[in-house]
Structure formats: structure tokens, C-alpha cells
């Protein structure tokens, strides 16, 4: 059996800051490398040999093996791996003592259901091992990752002989062949539900294989020729993904499994771009192992054989465009009609939606794509005219969103090839086509500061001015050879003379016929400018005057400047003409009923990134505006963003402007200007959010972390702590959201197409900020207010139908392994709530509060204390709970201490009669706290880091508490251990030279 389950496993080397005991990396991940290195080949099917051995197991007590044969029915894995299953599941995720585990195994009814517990288990455990070998094959060679040398050394030792790669095809082969459990012993019902899992999880293993292969090949580099023959036999075997995709939409699966299924026939498809390989053919196409090898007409066999899927689109085109970039034209026109047959077949759009997967979510399979379908797509601009062709469109979207990412956008300034023909032609159309030149620069500042500043430089010299000839006064033209020639200047843009057309100037006239370009460099900027006063003008003079193409070519320019001021917020002195412009007509707009909600939310993003800087000034600014909320001595007026809201938002289900304006208050909302911006957030959004309807689900989850967030922030000065904790409808949303439970996050979680980004990564932020908002508003000095309010009530009364007492939701949290940080929150909660006094008259038991399950919570802070695993800001939460219970909660010091309170005080002089033994005295604390604490105590005298001197300070004060509030059982324990005194003044004793004053604390 594995001494860490998986998931606790990956928790421990992800890249989330995780602190443990030293060493404890390398030594479960080595100790792990089997496992490692099999995958899920590691879990074995079960067979008549594995049973017999099973049974002839000595180590497995009789009354256990039944029911793991059973579970290993269920689940189909040999009986001994089922039996370590079991076990990593009752220490981790059973909410129950052993006890509790015995009398439910004796009634069949819960049995079933607790099989499927584990069965869930145990599919989740299958994919955080792949997740654990996915971050040791991305990080091995980073010499940026604290781990690396931990990951170089697992990573040689799983990839000994390069038998990894053999190892992921394998698995994956065994995967797409899985049957489906055998769920009939659970009931129809419970079956039903269990077969829909494993759909999910089966296309869950399938995906994560696939990016697994792709980072090997990527990082290793080490491909062979036949790698893509043998590939993609294997792909052709269960048809790119798309059978099973069909089979979906027929039946009644989520939208989740489908996108799954749509994503594996994606990376299929990526994967056999990326072994063809187009940039080994551009650097030696001579040499290449298929272009220029005897492999070539191996896989153009298999190419010819392809043609009628969807994912088959790729690889198709890449095979024509190698064939171009190895042979030029000959290779072309031998290859073309794979290319035709792949755009016939929406190759493009197949692009673009394997750039939108959520799993490049994931930094180094993103970029992969990213790299991939730039390859692709700049030899395809560099080969022919897709605008000729009908893909015009396709094209426009698939730059536009490759542009956006960081590393395409560095290797796209550097190349005059490819895509930047592409930029340059756009740039020659500019201002007639306005759009998609904004599109295109508005990725290209959104990419890096640095493709930013070069984006603002190139808008800044455009060649030419590309007009049409309706517009311009027949009188001031003239015939020249090379087609018109202006006689006097020419101001495009009524009203104001900004932007000239110089006398003199040549214009050519275009194929159509009805546009002209003239050869006169203009300021891109200046053209914006011009655009907004345009609008302007046209907003004084009424809503029915204002043009829908202008409004639309000021939406864009005001996207443009949001995305620069985000990426590089210094360069806001130089965009301030601007912003302005674009701030008094977004308040010009505030007189007219429908206000435009997308210039709205653009004109708001870009003073978010100014208010990075200067808060106060900015929110300042637009206060003299009618865009935000404000408060008339009680009366709190929405502004256009509760009207926007109201009247638009919650009718469409979309909400760019609120999640613009809630952006806004995460920065600004430090500043006590802010407070009719939170009133709102309070009185509308928090108590309402849950209820509206949404185009796209995951932007209730963005709106619940954006209000929380600023909400938060508004609670670090007095005054907003205190307005706060007197909103009850505050406490009540904070109490609905805290009160999910650590089950709902975790099935969320699972239910994820990956695990870097969902609804229930997202949830799991969210109600970690609740637990954090509650615990700051009851330790502050209006805390009385919060405990007497919603929250107080919730926590003196019984609960409410099936659902669990609120402290027992909130002890159930320490369950919850995938992020430290939602646990130690609700520990901070619990042990401020344990230390309340704000009524004396009915003080709180969190001893009661937990009723039958405080035994089981027992034991899951303990395991978690004593774990070598477990992240050190945890364990000081837990010492803190310790401390606050020995203040205000004796029950509870009693259980987590163990204390033997049948201990009777005996005269010991006296001498039984008969001549009896003297029975051996008990035990004063049994299995309790103090041991690990103890233990603690001993590492932290050799620890130097920050959470470790926290660590020590907590145990210190935690020792002062049991001697001053007279714990004598406790205190009397800990003075009779061995070291505890040495351990206890190691800091007198041993000084070191520190002016931390967590250390002088200690001494």
C-alpha cells in the first residue's frame, strides 16, 4: 500500500506554495516511483490468481476480505490493490470512526453507497496520478521550479531507457478499450449514476494521456519515424475521439463529457501535427526523419487514407505544408489535395477550437498548441491567400487569438514572414476596415509589455490612409497616372481638423473600384481620437443620431486601450488624451436609456488599471461622473452600473459592465471613497447574484469571487469592518456560500474537464473567501455584531433538515486534501468561533455542535497534524484551534487531548487486600494532540523558515495556555515526556542571532 494517496501526493508538489516538513518531497515521490513510472497500468484487473492470493493474505483480517472482494468487483482491480485503496480511503476521505465503519458494514443498504463512495475514490486517485507524473514530466527541466532537482531525479528514474512514452501509449490503448464498471450488485439507480462517472473519467484519463504524451515528446524531444505511423493507428482506432462523441450527443451525458470527447479528437489531431514536425523541416528538410526520409511515404499512405473526420483536418494540412516548406511548389502541387480535403473538412475551425480547450489552461500544453498552430498557420499565409480562398474569417479569428499568447507574440515581431504579411496588409486597409486591425492589436497588447510597446509604436506610423471615394468632394481631386492626386487637404473626420490628408497626396485606387489609398503616413492614435470626438458629437445630439458602425469602432478603440493599460499600466501618461476621451463620452452616454454595455465595460477596465497606482485619485475621477454607485446621505443611487445592470444585464445573462466595475472595486476598494461602491455590492449583487440568469455559467462564479474579493479588501480599515459586520444580508450570503460543504466542491472538482480550471476551482476560491471575510468579521472589534446577527443563530441552533450542523460543515473542510488553503481557512473560522464571548448567556459548544461526528473530526485533525505531508500553515491553524479550545471549550480539550478523566486520586499507602496486584495506573492523556505537538516542537528548534517560526511561536503560547488556565492532566503529561524541557527553552539555551520577533516571542 502507498503511504500517501494520490491526491495528497499532488497536492504536495503543485506549484501552490505548499510547505512541509524538509525532505518529504523527494522521499515520497521516490518512494513512489513505480507507481510512477506504471501509471495506471499499476492498477491491475482482478482474476481468479489475484483472488486466491488475496485470500491467502494473513495481513487482511478475515471480516475485511468479503467486503474487498466486493469493492474489487466494482471497481476492477486486483483484491490486494483494492485492499490499499480501501485503507488510503478510510484514512483520508471516511467521515466516521472505525466504530461507525463496523456497524455500517452490517447493514447491506449502506453498503452500496459507500461502495460507490470509494469507487469515486478511487477514479479520482487514477487521475491525480497522472496529474503528479504531469507536473514531474513539466517541471524536470525548469530551472525556474524550486523542485526541479526532486523532478530531474524522478523523472530518470520512471524514464529509464526512454520507456516512459512506450509506457503513456500503452496506458492510453488500455484506456480508450475500458468497459465500463460493473455496477449491476449496486442497484439501478445507483448503477445508472455510477456508469455516468466512469463515461467522465474515462474521457478525463484520455485527455490527460494525451497532453502527457505531448509534453514528453515536446520535452524530450526523443521521436522516432515510426512514432507517427503507429499513433495514429492507434488514434484510428476508435476514430479521432469522434464515435465516442457521437455516442454522447445521443444519449443523455452532461455538456462536460462532450467537451471531453470533443477535446480528445483535438489533441489527437495536435499530436500528429507535432511528430511531422514543421520546424525541423524549415531548419533541414533533407535531413528530416519523414520529409526527407524514407518514412515519407509510409505516412502519406496513412494520409491519403484519412479525409472524412473532422480531427483528420490538422494533420492533412500540416502534411501539405511540410511538403511545401521541404520542396516549394513541386511538393505543393503533389500534396495539394490533402490541403483541400482538410479545409473542405473546417480545418481551420478546428484550429481555433483546440487553441480554446480548457485544457491549455495548463502553461506548457498552451503553449505547445500555441506553437503548433502558428506553425501551421504561417506557412499557410506564406503559401497562399486565404482571403482568396474563402477563409477569411477563419483566418482573422485564428490570429487574432494566436497573437494573444506571450510566445507567439515575441516570435511574431522578430519574423517578417508569416503572419506580420498579414498584420501589414491589415495595416494598408486601416481606417476603412477598422475592426480587425483593432482586433489584431488589441492580442498583441494583451500578449506581454514588451509586444505591447512595440504594438503602440507600429499603430503609431501607418503607411497610408485607405478611404473611400464617396466621402471625399469630387472638386479637390485630380487625375495623376498613378490614380488621384489631392489639390487641397482633406479632413476625414468632420468636425475636426486633427487628421489631414495633405495637398499633394497620391491616392490608388483599388480593385473594387470605390476605394481609394492614400500614400500619407498617419498617427493610428490620432485616427482613435478622432473617432471618439466623432461619437461624441454624435451622443449630443441624441441617442437616434448615434451611428452603430462609429459606436462600434469606438468599442474597439476602447478594448485597445484596456488592453495595453493592463499589460503595462506605466504607460498610461501617454494614453491619458485618450482615456479621457473615452471617460466623458461613456458619461455623456449616462443621459440616454440603454447606455452601450461593452464600451461601458471597456471604459471601466481601463480606469481598473490606472487604479493599480493611484486608487484614490481615479476613483476620485469617475465619482464626478454618473458611471458609479453614490451615496446621497442615506440614498444609495446605482449609477449607470446598477441601471446597466437591471435593465440589461439580467435580462441577457451576460454581465461585462458589473464584472468591469467589481475589477475596478478589487483595487479601489481600500479607499474610503469606495464605500457607496461596496453598499451596492452589498445591498445587490451578494444577496441576488445566485438567482440571475447566465448565458455563461462560469461567469456567476467571476462575479461571486470579484464581489468577495473587493469585499475583502474594503475590511482592512475600521470603518468598513464595522459597516460590514452590521450588514446582515451580508452575513447571510457569507453563511449560504461558507456552507457548500467540503462533498459539493470536491464532486465540482471532479466533474472539471481538467483540473487547473472550472466551476469547482473556482468554488473552492469562493467559499475560501467567505470562511476568510466570516473569520475577519468575528475577530474584529464589532465581532459582537456578527455573532448576535445570522451567524450567531445559525451556530446556537439545531440544524435544519438533513443538512449538518454549520461548525460540523465547517470541521468537515479538514477533509478536503486537493488546496491546503479552503481547510486552514475554516480551522482559523472554527477556532474564533470557539473562543467567542459575545453572549454569556449562551455560550458556544462546538463539542455539541459536532455531536456523534466530534470522534471522527478528532481523528481528521490529528492524521492531518501528524502528517509528514501536510502543509506547516495547516498544522498552525490546528495548534491555534488547540489554543483557543483550552480558553472557552473544555469539552473539546478534553477529546482532542484524550484526557482519562476515570483517573481517581487514591491513597498510596493503601494496600489492597488479599494481597492483590496493584492494577498498572492509567494512562493520564491517551493518543491525543500533545504527542505530535511535542513532535513539532523538537523540528521546530532546527527550522529557520517563516511559517516554521510561526509554527513554534503557536505551540510556545499554545504550552503557556495549558499551565496558565490550569489544565493540570495536560501539563502534568507534558513535564513528565522526555525533552520537553531541552525542547522547551532550546530557544534560552541555544540562542540564535535573529531580530525576527516570532523568535523573541518564543524566548
Known amino acids: 500500500m502507498e503511504s500517501v494517496s494520490n491526491k495528497s501526493l499532488w497536492t504536495l508538489i503543485s506549484s501552490g506554495g505548499l510547505q512541509t516538513e524538509p525532505g518529504i518531497l523527494e522521499t515520497e515521490l521516490l518512494a513512489q516511483e513505480r507507481v510512477l513510472a506504471g501509471g495506471l497500468a499499476s492498477y491491475k484487473p482482478n482474476s481468479k490468481d489475484s483472488l486466491s492470493k488475496f485470500k491467502a493474505d494473513k495481513e487482511v483480517g478475515d471480516s ?17 490493490k483494492t485492499w490499499g485503496i480501501l485503507c488510503s480511503y478510510l484514512s483520508t476521505e471516511f467521515r466516521g470512526t472505525s466504530e461507525s465503519l463496523a456497524d455500517l458494514l452490517k447493514h447491506e443498504g449502506q453498503v452500496k453507497p459507500l461502495m460507490v463512495d470509494i469507487w469515486q475514490f478511487y477514479r479520482a486517485e487514477r487521475l491525480y496520478l497522472l496529474q503528479v507524473v504531469k507536473e514531474v514530466l513539466t517541471y524536470h527541466n525548469d530551472a525556474k521550479n524550486n523542485n526541479r532537482e526532486v523532478f530531474e531525479k524522478v523523472f530518470d528514474k520512471i524514464d529509464d531507457d526512454g520507456k516512459l512514452k512506450q509506457n503513456l ?24 449514476s455510477c456508469r455516468k462517472s466512469w463515461t467522465h473519467f474515462n474521457l478525463r484519463e484520455q485527455s490527460e494521456l494525451l497532453q502527457l504524451l505531448m509534453i514528453y515528446f515536446h520535452q524530450t524531444g526523443e521521436t522516432d519515424a515510426g512514432d507517427w505511423s503507429s499513433l495514429c493507428e492507434v488514434f484510428t482506432s476508435h476514430q479521432f475521439g469522434t464515435k465516442q462523441l457521437q455516442m454522447l450527443k445521443s444519449g443523455d451525458e452532461g455538456e462536460g463529457c462532450q467537451q471531453l470527447a470533443l477535446a480528445v479528437g483535438h489533441l489527437e489531431a ?25 518514412k515519407g511515404t509510409e505516412v502519406e499512405k496513412v494520409i491519403s487514407g484519412l479525409g472524412d473526420l473532422r480531427p483528420h483536418g490538422p494533420p492533412m494540412l500540416a502534411w501539405m505544408l511540410g511538403q511545401f516548406l521541404a520542396k516549394g511548389q513541386e511538393g505543393l502541387q503533389t500534396a495539394q489535395r490533402f490541403g483541400e480535403v482538410a479545409i473542405g473538412g473546417g480545418v481551420l475551425q478546428v484550429l481555433l477550437q483546440t487553441l480554446q480547450g480548457d485544457y491549455t489552461a495548463h502553461g506548457l500544453v498552451g503553449d505547445i498548441l500555441h506553437s503548433l498552430v502558428y506553425g501551421i498557420l504561417s506557412a499557410l499565409v506564406q503559401a497562399f491567400d486565404p482571403a482568396s480562398m474563402g477563409l477569411g474569417l477563419d483566418t482573422h479569428r485564428l490570429v487574432v487569438k494566436l497573437l ?62 485607405t478611404d473611400t471615394l464617396d466621402y471625399i468632394p469630387q472638386s ?31 491616392g490608388t485606387i483599388l480593385p473594387n473600384g470605390v476605394t481609394v489609398r492614400w500614400a500619407a503616413p498617419q498617427n493610428g492614435w490620432q485616427l482613435l481620437l478622432a473617432e471618439i470626438g466623432h461619437l461624441a458629437s454624435q451622443v449630443t445630439s441624441g441617442a437616434g443620431s448615434v451611428l452603430p458602425a462609429c459606436l462600434e469602432r469606438v468599442t474597439n478603440s476602447a478594448l485597445l486601450v484596456a488592453a495595453v493599460l493592463s499589460s503595462d499600466s506605466s504607460l498610461a501618461p501617454q494614453l491619458h488624451q485618450i482615456s479621457h476621451a473615452l471617460l466623458l463620452v461613456m458619461d455623456k452616454f449616462s443621459q440616454v436609456s440603454s447606455p452601450p454595455l461593452r464600451l461601458m465595460a471597456a471604459t471601466i477596465d481601463i480606469f481598473s488599471s490606472l487604479a493599480v497606482e493611484t486608487p484614490g485619485p481615479v476613483l476620485a475621477k469617475l465619482g464626478r461622473t454618473s458611471l458609479l454607485p453614490r451615496l446621497t446621505g442615506d440614498q444609495l443611487h446605482p449609477g449607470v452600473v446598477g441601471q446597466l445592470l437591471a435593465g440589461q444585464e439580467t435580462v441577457q445573462g451576460e454581465y461585462p459592465s458589473l464584472l468591469a466595475f467589481l475589477k475596478l472595486l478589487t483595487v479601489t476598494a481600500k479607499e474610503n471613497c469606495s464605500q457607496a461602491c461596496i453598499a451596492f455590492v452589498l445591498g445587490e449583487v451578494l444577496p441576488h447574484f445566485s438567482r440571475w440568469r447566465y448565458d455563461l455559467a462560469s461567469d456567476r462564479e467571476k462575479v461571486a469571487k470579484l464581489a468577495l474579493t473587493a469585499v475583502m479588501q474594503h475590511g482592512q480599515h475600521a470603518e468598513g469592518l464595522h459597516m460590514m459586520a452590521s450588514d446582515r444580508g451580508l452575513a447571510r450570503s457569507l453563511l449560504v456560500l461558507s456552507s457548500t460543504g467540503d462533498r459539493a466542491v470536491q464532486t465540482l472538482l471532479e466533474n472539471q474537464t481538467n483540473w487547473e480550471v472550472g466551476r469547482g476551482a473556482d468554488l473552492v476560491d469562493i467559499v475560501q473567501l467567505s470562511l476568510t471575510i466570516l473569520n475577519m468579521l468575528v475577530t474584529s472589534p464589532s465581532g459582537h455584531l456578527v455573532m448576535t446577527g445570522p451567524v450567531g443563530h445559525a451556530i446556537r441552533s439545531p440544524p435544519a433538515g438533513a443538512a449538518p450542523h454549520y461548525l460540523l460543515t465547517l470541521a468537515h473542510y479538514t477533509y478536503f486534501h486537493h488546496k491546503p488553503e479552503l481547510a486552514i481557512a475554516a480551522v482559523k473560522l472554527l477556532s474564533s468561533i470557539s473562543v467567542d464571548t459575545s453572549d454569556q448567556n449562551c455560550p458556544v459548544s462546538v463539542l455539541a455542535c459536532l455531536s456523534s461526528a466530534a470522534t471522527a473530526v478528532r481523528d481528521q485533525l490529528l492524521a492531518r497534524l501528524e502528517s509528514n505531508t501536510e502543509d506547516i500553515r495547516l498544522k498552525i491553524a490546528i495548534v491555534e484551534l488547540l489554543s483557543s479550545c483550552v480558553e472557552q471549550q473544555p469539552g473539546m480539550v478534553q477529546l482532542l487531548m484524550d484526557i482519562n478523566t476515570d483517573i481517581r486520586v487514591v491513597d498510596s499507602t493503601h494496600k489492597p487486600a488479599g494481597g492483590r496486584k496493584t492494577p498498572p495506573t492509567p494512562e493520564l492523556v491517551g493518543d491525543g494532540c500533545l504527542s505530535p505537538v511535542l513532535r513539532l516542537l523538537s523540528l521546530s528548534n532546527g527550522e529557520t523558515s517563516d511559517q516554521w517560526e510561526t509554527l513554534h511561536l503557536a505551540i510556545v503560547k499554545l504550552i503557556d495556555s495549558l499551565w496558565t488556565r490550569g489544565r493540570i492532566l495536560a501539563a502534568q503529561h507534558l513535564k513528565e515526556q522526555k525533552n520537553f524541557w531541552s525542547d522547551l527553552a532550546h530557544p534560552l539555551t541555544s540562542p540564535r542571532e535573529t531580530s525576527d520577533t516570532r523568535h523573541l516571542k518564543v524566548k
Not at 507535432?274 to 526527407?292: K, R
Not at 501589414?424 to 514588451?450: N, R
Not at 497616372?481 to 497620391?506: A, D, K, M, N, W
Open 270 to 294: 495536435a499530436l500528429m501535427v507535432q511528430l511531422l514536425d514543421l520546424p525541423g523541416v524549415t531548419a533541414d528538410p533533407e535531413s528530416h526523419n519523414i520529409f526527407g526520409g524514407e
Open 64 to 80: 475485511w476480505k468479503d467486503f474487498v472482494v466486493k469493492l474489487s468487483d466494482v471497481i476492477g482491480v486486483e483484491e490486494n
Open 476 to 506: 479637390i481631386l485630380r487625375s495623376v497616372p498613378s490614380g488621384l492626386e489631392l489639390t487641397q487637404p482633406y479632413f476625414p473626420y468632420t468636425g475636426t481638423e486633427s487628421v489631414c490628408i495633405p495637398p499633394g497626396s497620391v
Open 169 to 192: 501509449v500503452d496506458q492510453f490503448k488500455s484506456v480508450i478499450k475500458e468497459k465500463p464498471p460493473k455496477s449491476d450488485s449496486l442497484g439501478s439507480q445507483l448503477a445508472t
Open 404 to 465: 494573444a499568447h506571450r510566445q507567439i507574440a515575441h516570435h511574431f515581431w522578430k519574423n517578417p514572414m508569416g503572419l506580420s504579411l498579414y498584420f501589414e496588409e491589415l495595416k494598408s486597409q486601416f481606417p476603412l476596415e477598422h475592426g480587425p486591425l483593432l482586433e489584431v492589436c488589441t492580442s498583441l497588447a494583451s500578449a506581454s509589455p514588451l509586444s505591447c510597446t512595440k504594438m503602440i509604436s507600429s499603430l503609431s506610423s501607418l503607411p497610408s490612409f
